[in-house]
C-alpha cells in the first residue's frame, strides 16, 4: 500500500506562503474524521521546514515527508 492511495483527502499548497499553508492545512485537518489521513503538497524551504513541526506542535501525527524533486509531500493524521 503506498501513501498517496491510503490519503482520505489531498491539499496542493505548491505556491501558498506562510504561516498561510500551515492554517489552511490545520482547517482541512479540523474537518476530516479522526483518524483520517491527509497528503498535503508543499513548496521547498520555509513551508516544507516550517510546516510539519508546527503540525506536531499541534497534536497531529506528520506519518511520512516524501521529496518529489519539485515540491515535497506530507503525510499527516488527524488524533482519534
Known amino acids: 500500500m503506498s501513501y498517496s492511495t491510503a490519503a482520505d483527502e489531498r491539499l496542493d499548497l505548491r ?3 506562510c504561516p498561510i499553508n500551515f492554517v489552511r492545512t490545520k482547517l482541512r485537518l479540523e474537518k476530516m474524521a479522526p483518524g483520517a489521513l ?3 503538497w ?3 524551504g520555509e513551508p516544507v521546514e516550517q510546516v510539519p513541526d ?3 506542535m499541534e497534536g497531529y501525527k506528520v506519518e ?3 521529496d ?3 515540491y515535497f ?3 499527516v493524521r488527524r488524533p482519534s
Open 54 to 56: 508546527s503540525l506536531t
Open 64 to 66: 511520512h515527508l516524501e
Open 38 to 40: 491527509l497528503e498535503v
Open 73 to 75: 509531500v506530507v503525510y
Open 15 to 17: 505556491g501558498t506562503p
Open 42 to 44: 508543499l513548496d521547498a
Open 68 to 70: 518529489c524533486a519539485d
